[in-house]
């Protein structure tokens, strides 16, 4: 069964390093999303991605970040400069969607980002 | 904005009874969907039960029903014949035009031998 894949599975960084987060996607997949979830916390959307652009982003996502599908499969969320509050777990979800609302975002298995 | 409101933050349940999680949305959009995600302590989602907003039919999967109020709204999963391997974080979330999904803040199901 095709699933989203997410790399690495765990990264550790210094406070005001630049990460980036990889995920592959669903091949047929049309819709990617970024959301994290703090520890302890509900999972909160960050950004939605189709047709090679933003198409929402939370007050979340700010300047800090950034997303990019670089080719046909990778689907990358960046941190420029990250901060201590940024540690958590990020999953990538990806889904073949129509409208309204209609069906699964299938997950990645996250990547759990710890900033020191 | 849509919000989704889990009461619930910890459950404990009988192996082998059902046990009901409840969630309520709010939302004034007539067009939505409803989702039910599991998560372990391993911590990945896993996708359990889709509602839509104009399904005529509680939504079932395998153990899993969704009991679907449109009127209240509420949406509230209930998990038949519970088994150890269902301890987890249970999350409640919707979906609009706009496909992104809003969490609840979950509750965390025990299942007890």
């Known amino acids: 069964e095709p699933e989203v894949t997410q790399t690495p599975s765990h990264q550790v960084t210094q406070m005001g390093q630049e990460v980036i987060l990889r995920c592959v996607p669903i091949?047929?997949?049309?819709?990617f999303y970024w959301y994290r979830q703090i520890l302890g916390q509900k999972v909160e959307f960050l950004v939605s991605?189709?047709?090679?652009?933003?198409?929402?982003k939370s007050e979340i996502f700010d300047d800090q970040f950034s997303v990019e599908r670089p080719d046909g499969s990778n689907f990358t969320l960046k941190i420029r400069s990250t901060k201590l509050e940024d540690s958590a777990m990020y999953f990538c979800?990806?889904?073949?969607?129509?409208?309204?609302?209609?069906?699964?975002?299938?997950f990645g298995p996250g990547t759990r980002l710890t900033v020191t | 904005a849509q919000k989704i409101t889990q009461t619930q933050p910890g459950m404990f349940v009988q192996e082998k009874e059902a046990v009901t999680l409840d969630c309520t949305y709010d939302?004034?959009?007539?067009?939505?969907?409803l989702f039910w995600y599991k998560q372990p302590s391993s911590g990945e989602m896993i996708f359990l039960i889709y509602?839509?907003?104009?399904?005529?039919q509680n939504a079932t999967e395998g153990r899993y029903s969704l009991n679907f109020q449109k009127a209240r709204k509420s949406a509230n999963l209930v998990i038949s014949a519970s088994q150890l391997g269902d301890s987890a974080m249970y999350f409640c979330?919707?979906?609009?035009?706009?496909?992104?999904?809003?969490f609840g803040a979950g509750t965390t199901v025990t299942v007890r031998a």
């Open positions: 979330a919707i979906s609009l035009n706009d496909y992104k999904l809003s």
């Open positions: 991605f189709y047709n090679n652009e933003i198409s929402e």
């Open positions: 091949s047929n997949h049309l819709y």
């Open positions: 979800a990806s889904s073949d969607l129509d409208p309204p609302g209609g069906y699964e975002q299938y």
């Open positions: 939302t004034s959009d007539p067009s939505y969907g």
């Open positions: 509602q839509g907003s104009y399904d005529q």
